[in-house]
Antibody, heavy 123, light 107 residues
Framework: QVQLVESGGGVVQPGGSLRLSCAAS????????MHWVRQAPGKGLEWVAF????????NSADSVKGRFTISRDNSKNTLYLQMNSLRTEDTAVYYC????????????????WGQGTLVTVSS | DIQLTQSPSFLSASVGDRVTITCRAS??????LAWYQQKPGKAPKLLIY???TLQSGVPSRFSGSGSGTEFTLTISSLQPEDFATYYC?????????FGQGTRLEIK
């Protein structure tokens, strides 16, 4: 069965960095686009970033552009989110999520999500 | 960016009730809309995509409709496990955006 397991969250000071990982299993990881979505405590969902199945195309929200970088290693079935220059408003649970359709070329809904990893930015 | 506005933000209903949640887009998004259910402490679950297509395994009491700028999610007969928060998401263009959520609680 499809599994997505995030790791790498924790407490970091403003201006610091963290790298999140999402280990995928149960599907052909290299064939699916992947996303990061976050949810601040008690708030709604915010899409963060997308990477195409082969890594050739990426998109990110304006709120993280220039600070966060999405990447993937298809040989390790792992998705990453490098987060630099962290701000208090980046505090959230970060979810990785899988595209619904194989080799998607347009935006797809997210049919599987991980359990999330909490990032807390605080001094 | 395309904004999605859900109404109501909070809904109190009883088991067996029929409920409808509305999602309005700030510009036309054709049928590029999905609905998710989220329970406390859990990841969201995909319910409906392409505005009206039921995701595999989702009970048929859930249905979606609409196109352009106005969409609805209907639960025909509420079950105890349906009390959760519901989000719409537009997939028409980046950045993808979500509605603010509708919290459905037991009356």
């Amino acid at each position: 069965q499809v599994q997505l397991v995030e790791s790498g969250g924790g407490v970091v000071q403003p201006g610091g960095s963290l790298r999140l990982s999402c280990a995928a299993s149960g599907f052909t990881f290299r064939s699916y686009g992947m996303h990061w979505v976050r949810q601040a405590p008690g708030k709604g969902l915010e899409w963060v970033a997308f990477i195409r199945y082969d890594g050739s195309n990426k998109n990110s929200a304006d709120s993280v552009k220039g600070r966060f970088t999405i990447s993937r290693d298809n040989s390790k079935n792992t998705l990453y989110l490098q987060m630099n220059s962290l701000r208090t408003e980046d505090t959230a649970v970060y979810y990785c999520a899988k595209d619904f359709t194989i080799f998607g070329v347009v935006m797809m809904p997210f049919d599987y999500w991980g359990q999330g990893t909490l990032v807390t930015v605080s001094s | 960016d395309i904004q999605l506005t859900q109404s109501p933000s909070f809904l109190s209903a009883s088991v067996g009730d029929r409920v409808t949640i509305t999602c309005r887009a700030s510009q036309g998004i054709s049928s590029y809309l999905a609905w998710y259910q989220q329970k406390p402490g859990k990841a969201p679950k995909l319910l409906i995509y392409a505005a009206s297509t039921l995701q595999s395994g989702v009970p048929s009491r859930f249905s979606g409709s609409g196109s352009g700028t106005e969409f609805t999610l209907t639960i025909s007969s509420l079950q105890p496990e349906d009390f959760a928060t519901y989000y719409c998401q537009q997939l028409n263009s980046y950045p993808s955006t979500f509605g603010q959520g509708t919290r459905l609680e037991i009356k």
